[in-house]
């Protein structure tokens, strides 16, 4: 079985966007990835890469060093998914963190796998779990708690965490915070598979709207994402010098 595992594990394509390692998967190879790791014996970190984690990648050794491990690390956002084309080395799809939280809430429904939601402000990740739950009713949603915490709640959290061993923790507190925070705490955690999912809870929260289907298609979420929040412009910022980086690298 382990051997198996291990074999399966060497088979996920990679891409090198800018030097950094992204796996070519679709949903439905990281979704039996992450099926595989929930029976793995140490936790581990799946990371949704967008190109601002790219550009993050470049600039911070540790995310890096994430980077490079983790056993799945999916294609987030068209600015990555344009740059696999034009690196020629493609995506088959889009992975994101948003779509993953949905496509586990459905696994959780069909094979009762239990998953803990950790990020976003107070009440949200309740509302999102409420919201996730009218569609898929026998999902197994063991824990909910939001993203604002003090470092001294940190103990008890984890703890908390813990004593009701879920298989997956999705950590929904921007990147590279999530991924960090979940990788120091992995053994306290011992959760067999923790994700990054940024700002999904806010979706399904009824904090943010997703974009409809076409915008998504046409490569233009993070516009409306824009829109919606004024904030984000420190993020799309940096996406001429990725695409800038990507153009001359080729
Ligand atoms: N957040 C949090 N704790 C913090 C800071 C942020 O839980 O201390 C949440 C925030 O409310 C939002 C998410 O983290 O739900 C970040 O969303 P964003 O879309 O900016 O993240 P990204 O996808 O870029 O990582």
Redesign the pocket.
Known sequence: MESALQEQETTLQEARILGVRVHRVCMAEALGRIEQLIQGSEPSLVI?A?A??ILIALEDAEFRELMETAPLVTA?GAGLTWAGRRLRQPFPERVS?VDLVEQLTRLSHEKGYRLYF????PG?AERAAQNLLHKYPDAQIVGVQ????QPTDEPALIAQIAAVRPDVLLV???????EKWAWQHRHALSVPVMI???????VYGG??KRAPYWVQRIGCEWLW?LLQ?P??IK?VRNLPRFAWQVWQAK
Not at 146 to 149: D, E, N, Q, R, S
Not at 172 to 178: E, F, I, T, V
Not at 196 to 202: A, N, Q, R
């Open positions: 949704t967008d601002n984690a987030d963190g950790l990020g976003a402000a949200v939001h993203g604002y915490f929904g507190m921007g990147m590279p915070r999530q990054g999912v940024g700002g999904s809870f806010d904090v943010v994402r929040d904030r984000k993020k």
